[in-house]
């Protein structure tokens, strides 16, 4: 019978454990922060995104400029995003949807979870000093992106668990390097 | 084109199963409801998401394929039209990201290689 102990450079240390249910639960994260993308995608509303009428997409990033939270980031959304609004909606957008694309599928997961690190720290770099916001919405979406990455969440219940075996016999560059975004 | 292996069906069978499944948000409303579904998009998921399931039960890699570019065109149909005075999918962005999520996930199991036992024992 395996030890269910492990040695590393630390000594003995117990191994996580691999139940059906803690890959249940890794696979309901992964699903559950898919849907709050998706979910959010449905209010920012091309062609303008809310520049119009100062609400919506617009009114949200320019809390970083009127509320600012990090000078450096001010800088850049007072002088490169909102005179370019148009451009950064459609990219807000689109990265958006694809967040909640690929992680609702579990392919190329890491990647994903990374670019939702990312795309967090923006979002709370604009809205953390906003009206009503509770910061901690912020770190808890962060966090839960971080969980996603740590435990390759896609391999879980998700495509990459099917297709990693596939892209490991490959020789393609294409599949070295979704073996590395999985 | 060799078939589905049973991986790979299955998977395209939980797609296609997400997508019927999908047609119930349009019963689901404020934060219940997870992707603007209603109308039309409530057809093209129940449709295409049989067309995934039936592909996965045949284990014909061109039947996913079809369903996999049907959500995809739709997705960038919606994508194009979200937003404007003309929307045929009556949708908005989250409609786009789950049928991208659908296509994206259907069209890599329509085109992954068949596991090589041999190599994968290796």
């Known amino acids: ?182 | 084109m060799s078939g589905l292996d049973r991986r790979l069906a299955r998977a395209a069978m939980w797609l296609g199963v997400v997508g019927v499944f999908a047609a119930s948000f349009a019963l689901a409303s404020g934060p219940w409801k997870p992707a603007d579904i209603k109308g039309l998009p409530v057809v093209v998921t129940i449709v295409l998401g049989l067309v995934a399931i039936v592909g996965a039960r045949l284990t014909m890699r061109v039947v996913v394929l079809v369903s996999a570019v049907g959500y995809l065109a739709a997705a960038l149909l919606q994508l194009a039209q979200f937003g404007r005075s003309t929307n045929w999918l009556g949708g908005s962005g989250s409609t786009f990201a789950l049928f991208l999520g659908l296509g994206v996930g259907l069209l890599a199991v329509a085109l992954a290689p068949t596991l090589d036992p041999d190599k994968e024992t290796q």
């Not at chain 1, 910061?135 to 979406?141: A, C, I, R």
């Open chain 1, 1 to 182: 019978m395996a030890s269910t102990m492990t040695k590393d450079a630390g000594g003995d240390v117990e191994p996580l454990p691999n139940r059906r249910m803690d890959r249940a639960l890794i696979a309901a994260l992964r699903i559950g922060v898919a849907v709050l993308w998706i979910q959010n995608t449905g209010w920012k509303r091309p062609p303008d995104f809310g520049e119009d009428s100062g609400r919506g997409l617009y009114m949200w990033t320019k809390f970083a400029v009127d509320r600012e939270v990090f000078a450096p980031y001010a800088w850049f959304v007072e002088h490169v995003v909102l005179p370019n609004f148009t451009l950064f909606g459609w990219l807000t957008l689109i990265v958006e949807a694809s967040l909640g694309a690929f992680l609702l599928v579990g392919l190329a997961t890491r990647l994903w979870a990374a670019v939702g690190v990312a795309q967090s720290l923006a979002i709370m770099l604009s809205v953390l000093k906003a009206p009503h916001e509770w910061h901690w919405s912020y770190f808890l979406m962060i966090l839960a992106h971080l969980v996603i990455f740590a435990t390759a969440a896609g391999r879980t219940a998700g495509l990459d668990g099917v297709l990693r075996p596939r892209w490991r016999q490959s020789k393609s560059k294409a599949a070295r390097l979704l073996m590395r975004a999985s």
